[in-house]
């Protein structure tokens, strides 16, 4: 990317202030270094997952995006139409590692290899968990699987290999639930929980190799998953005080959201592509929300 040339401008009266050209800026931008490096995004067919591959193939990575979804390799192809960059789609289930072991050797033979890894895939339970016994036993056993299992699998199929080239980021997808304890949906808050923990061992374990590793929280986004907490809760409800999806949420996101506003997929985004940039090179073990203010409020 070419830089335009910066001189300094002479101070204000003060002698303190820079005057920038705003012109300049956008010329200059911000350069995130990610053209031609490929990158890994599971859960990448839709939703926020959708959001990061796109902001990453913006940036110039080749992206492979590993989902369930019967659509994942339609969704590469569009990756690749849209920013001119190879992709790919392969249809992998977090919760196999053999299956996880295979699409790195797939996606290193098809795109080259893998620097970046979004790890977003993860279920909820599908029921309203307040209080918890709305619950059985029963209901936790495959969120934690998809949701802290396919976070191991994914960690074990792919650092070997960042490790032996001494170079690589990975940002896990977890959430303001794994923070503050909802009570909306008790296994997914503890899954969450996990998510964020186990990133801290592995930064920890990783830095040495120079391999960073991060965590973006999402707060309140208007995807598939959060439309099922509140279907779970409506249907919970006597007929006279059921509520729309959008009446539901607009209360939720006054009373507990600071800016009042939905976060949007590609905020996440946004936030996923910088740390897994050369402009976050000295950012490692850090669990940062995209929430509006949301954990700050509670």
């Known amino acids: 990317m070419s830089r335009a040339r910066w001189e300094p401008q002479p101070l204000d009266h003060r002698g303190v202030l820079w005057s920038v050209d705003a012109r300049l800026l956008e010329e200059v931008g911000m350069e995130l270094e990610l053209g031609g490096r490929i990158a890994v995004v599971t859960g990448g067919a839709s939703g926020?997952?959708?959001a990061c591959a796109r902001s990453l193939a913006r940036e110039g990575c080749r992206v492979a995006l590993w989902d369930l979804s019967a659509q994942?390799?339609?969704?590469?192809?569009?990756?690749?139409?849209?920013?001119?960059?190879s992709s790919l789609g392969l249809s992998v289930d977090v919760c196999d590692f053999a299956a996880m072991q295979e699409a790195v050797a797939r996606t290193e033979a098809g795109l080259g290899q893998i620097s970046h890894l979004v790890h977003a895939?993860?279920?909820?339970?599908?029921?309203?968990g307040f209080p918890?016994?709305?619950?059985?036993?029963?209901d936790w056993p495959r969120v934690l699987e998809v949701n802290v299992l396919g976070m191991v699998h994914a960690a074990h199929a792919i650092v070997p290999g960042m490790i032996a080239r001494k170079v690589g980021t990975l940002v896990f997808l977890a959430s303001v639930a794994g923070q503050i304890g909802s009570q909306t949906d008790p296994p997914y808050s503890a899954s969450k929980a996990a998510n964020i923990n186990f990133a801290q061992c592995l930064a920890k374990d990783l830095a040495p190799h120079g391999i960073r590793v991060n965590v973006v929280n999402p707060g309140m986004v208007r995807t598939p998953l959060n439309q099922r907490i509140w279907q779970a809760w409506n249907d919970q409800q006597p007929p006279a005080q059921r509520r729309s999806y959008d009446d539901w949420a607009d209360d939720k996101l006054r009373a507990v959201v600071p800016l009042a506003r939905w976060q949007q997929p590609e905020d996440v985004a946004d936030m996923v592509a910088f740390?897994?940039?050369?402009?976050?090179a000295q950012v490692t073990g850090q669990t940062i929300n995209v929430d509006g203010g949301q954990v700050m409020h509670s």
Request: aromatic fraction near 10%; proline fraction near 3%.
């Open 48 to 50: 926020i997952g959708w």
């Open 275 to 280: 740390l897994s940039s050369a402009r976050a």
């Open 72 to 85: 994942v390799k339609d969704a590469a192809a569009v990756l690749a139409r849209e920013f001119g960059a």
């Open 121 to 128: 895939a993860a279920v909820g339970s599908g029921r309203f």
């Open 132 to 138: 918890f016994t709305n619950l059985e036993p029963s």
